[in-house]
């Protein structure tokens, strides 16, 4: 019998609140970073009307006992980002040189500093770096596209690219910063064969038919991205299918940092162990350990010991070696290799330390803004998206 269903995923748009929210955050991780690499950042962002709060624990130690907001310039900071995604029409109530800006940045918390730092500390149990908090970390990847990640979440990411592009080159005036996409996918055989459904939602300004909407975006946005071998006369299209969207962004709906992160990760098809990414430094295993999940099964799909490939790996708060590793290829194992082997091999190529998952991937860097919109995978020039240790894992194994 065949193996039929239909998987969907989501992806958002730049302006959308929470993207915008994520984006704030990870603007200001990147500033304290260039400010200094031993930073210890954990930013969230709330946006709403024309607000932006901030809040969460800054230690800089370049700065000494100035106040964050005095060195790093914050509104500096969130107006560029802001600007940046688009929010400079004269009709957005959300605007990057209107909003109010609420600062509740504090510094972080000695008690986890301890557990953090490479140092001795009481009741501590050793001197080295530890995870910043406990956690359960994820990471995967496929061969069904170029990226090794999922079709769904690819084909739902290069949609928002795309909106995205047309929207900032101006071809299309009527455009605005927030917006969502969503495929749905069929697979045969456990292959992606077809293209069921095509949601977009995005936000316009007042006065466009909605029938001009719908037909340029499925003329220059579903049928210039999509393989054409994909659709068929059976795709349905689902084209601001409320019929209008002109009030968005964070005046029609509140943001926050870090609710997006099945969007960021693997559009559902993967698991996620709960943490999200966006304005936390790579101390915090939520990210650096996620990153690490996936830089580890996009090397063993690359090497060709499995076509499909998951791990799993937890920490406990303070201690620098994970409690548990787990590899997981869903029966797609090349021939002769079971996924204890992988296990086995992934444990003598790769440090799971916090300290060394930092060194291995070069994370101590303002490089984060660049992950935070499309997804935090199958980007090219990051770090985690590297395959140069396909030949260790093959020699381990």
Not at 26 to 52: F, G, H
Not at 137 to 147: H, I
Not at 309 to 327: T, W
Request: contains cysteine.
């Amino acid at each position: 019998m065949a193996n039929s269903f239909v998987f969907s995923s989501e992806s958002v748009g730049e302006g959308h609140p929470d993207k915008v929210a994520d984006l704030i955050s990870d603007s200001v991780l990147d500033a304290c970073l260039a400010l200094d690499r031993t930073s210890r950042v954990a930013c969230e962002t709330m946006v709403k009307s024309n607000m932006v709060i901030l809040a969460g624990e800054i230690t800089i130690p370049k700065i000494g006992q100035k106040p964050i907001d005095e060195a790093l310039n914050l509104g500096k900071i969130v107006r560029a980002a802001i600007r940046d995604i688009g929010y400079v029409n004269d009709d957005d109530v959300f605007h990057a040189d209107k909003i109010f800006i609420n600062n509740y940045l504090t510094t972080q918390s000695p008690d986890i500093a301890q557990g953090v730092d490479a140092k001795k500390a009481t009741g501590k149990k050793t001197a080295e770096q530890g995870a910043g908090d406990q956690g359960i970390m994820f990471g995967y990847a496929c061969n069904e596209t170029p990226e090794l990640l999922p079709t769904p979440i690819m084909f739902a990411h290069r949609l928002g690219r795309e909106l995205t592009k047309i929207r900032k080159s101006g071809a299309a005036p009527w455009l605005r910063p927030d917006a969502k996409s969503q495929v749905s996918v069929r697979y045969e055989n456990d292959r992606p064969v077809e293209v069921s459904n095509v949601v977009i939602s995005t936000q316009h300004a007042d006065g466009v038919a909605h029938s001009t909407i719908e037909k340029y975006l499925i003329e220059n946005v579903v049928k210039k991205v999509l393989p054409a071998k994909m659709l068929s006369k059976n795709t349905e299209f689902l084209i601001n299918p409320t019929g209008r969207f002109v009030i968005g962004g964070p005046q029609g709906d509140s943001g926050l940092t870090g609710r997006k992160i099945i969007v960021d990760t693997y559009g559902g098809w993967g698991r996620h162990g709960g943490g999200a990414f966006s304005g936390k430094d790579p101390s915090k295993v939520d990210r650096s350990a996620a990153y690490m999940g996936r830089w580890i099964a996009k090397n063993i799909v690359a090497a060709g010991l499995a076509t499909h490939a998951e791990i799993q790996f937890a920490y406990a708060i303070g201690h620098p070696k994970p409690v548990s590793v787990r590899v997981e290829t869903f029966g797609t194992g090349k021939a002769g290799i079971s996924d204890e082997q992988i296990t086995a091999a992934v444990q003598q190529v790769f440090s799971f330390k916090p300290a060394d998952i930092v060194a291995q991937l070069n994370l101590l860097r303002p490089i984060y803004r660049q992950t935070t919109n499309y997804g935090h995978f199958g980007k090219k020039g990051l770090p985690w998206e590297q395959t140069s240790k396909v030949a260790a894992l093959r020699s381990a194994v």
